[in-house]
């Protein structure tokens, strides 16, 4: 077959995506397929429109990629494609939005509050009464700890909130849970399966962009070292958050686990990682998925998905 990879493109996380975009295009040669990368830009609409390809492989992260939007223009389009659709895709960047409907349905969420518009000078103060301290300032909408602080005071909190509205105008405030990082893979392809439970523990002070990012500044444990009924509650919360916000594919669910054994839900990642340092392909792998077999069983998935359609979306 012959396979676009897109990849690149505008977001913050383009030298990721590029990664991820080589690493899928090399496991999807090694399948027998033909790839082609394409990095994300105006062209790119024509290109897939002439091209013949079977298949889009989407290995954009963050904004105008794992957001919605490209999935809607492959959709117009009428070319398969992997992983999540639109309205999932559009829901899980959205770190408020996903985490309200999560807690509405009874998951574990941390305390969180998203910021009006306008800051106003004593909201530092206030959200720390509120949220105690330390507790963590982010953009709504980004990914890779990009714009992210772990506030131990109130001066941080305000230099905090403007360093996140640098990357998104919705910027959220969230209570700081001390705990055991864990992260859990799930892919539909087709059949639900959730995978094994993967500690991440870091040199860095905080899960930074650099840390998850160069080799051996993180490290991936599995499973997680938390007690067996844990791991159990961790893997039903992520297949539970997979199935309420209409997942497709695979996506992996970030917690922390604390002291008590609850599983915190911090984010859902619908296109996570896939270079050769990330956290999903090395859960798969644990659970006897090759990364080529990964790559192969998502292209079907999305072919799948497409003959199956009656009518659009
Ligand atoms: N509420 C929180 N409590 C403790 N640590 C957090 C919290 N929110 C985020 N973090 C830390 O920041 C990292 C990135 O946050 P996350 O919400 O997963 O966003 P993203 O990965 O999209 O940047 C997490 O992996 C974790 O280390
Ligand atoms: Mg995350």
Redo the contacts with the bound molecule.
């Keep these: 077959m012959k396979i676009a990879i897109l990849c690149g493109g505008r977001s913050a996380e383009r030298e990721v995506s590029l990664r991820s975009g080589a690493q899928v295009a090399a496991a999807l040669a090694a399948c027998g397929h033909i790839p082609e990368r394409l990095d994300m830009d105006l062209e790119t609409w024509e290109r897939l429109r002439r091209g013949g390809f079977d298949c889009a492989f989407i290995a954009l992260h963050g904004r105008l990629g794992e957001d919605g939007t490209v999935q809607g223009m492959l959709e117009l389009l009428g070319l398969p494609y992997t992983g999540s659709g639109v309205l999932a895709s559009a829901l899980c960047i959205d770190?408020t939005r996903t985490n309200r409907l999560l807690a509405a349905e009874g998951l574990s969420v941390?305390d969180?509050e998203e910021m009006p518009e306008q800051v106003q000078e004593d909201d530092a103060e206030a959200l720390a009464g509120r949220l105690g301290l330390p507790?963590?300032v982010?953009p709504v909408r980004?990914?890779?700890?990009?714009?992210?602080t772990?506030a131990g005071d109130v001066d941080e909190v305000a230099s905090g909130l403007v360093l996140a509205r640098r990357y998104d105008r919705r910027v959220m405030a969230?209570?700081?849970?001390?705990?055991t990082?864990v992260?859990v893979g799930v892919l539909a392809v087709p059949e639900l399966n959730v995978l094994p439970t993967l500690e991440?523990t870091?040199e860095n002070e905080?899960?930074?962009y650099d840390a998850?990012y160069t080799a051996g500044r993180s490290h991936h444990i599995i499973p997680a070292r938390i007690p067996e009924a844990s791991r159990q509650t961790v893997a039903e919360a992520a297949a539970r958050a997979f199935r309420l916000l209409g997942c497709e594919g695979m996506a992996r669910v970030?917690f922390?686990v604390d002291g008590a054994g609850t599983p915190?839900l911090?984010?859902v990642?619908t296109v996570p990682g896939l270079t050769e340092v990330s956290l999903l392909p090395d859960a798969a792998r644990a659970a006897g998925v090759g990364f080529d077999e990964l790559c192969e069983r998502l292209v079907r998935q999305g072919i799948a998905r497409h003959e199956q359609r009656v009518g659009p979306l």
């Design positions: 770190k941390p969180f507790l963590v982010k980004e990914g890779s700890t990009i714009g992210l772990i969230q209570r700081f849970v001390e705990g990082e992260t991440i870091y905080t899960y930074d998850k970030d922390i915190w911090l984010e990642n």
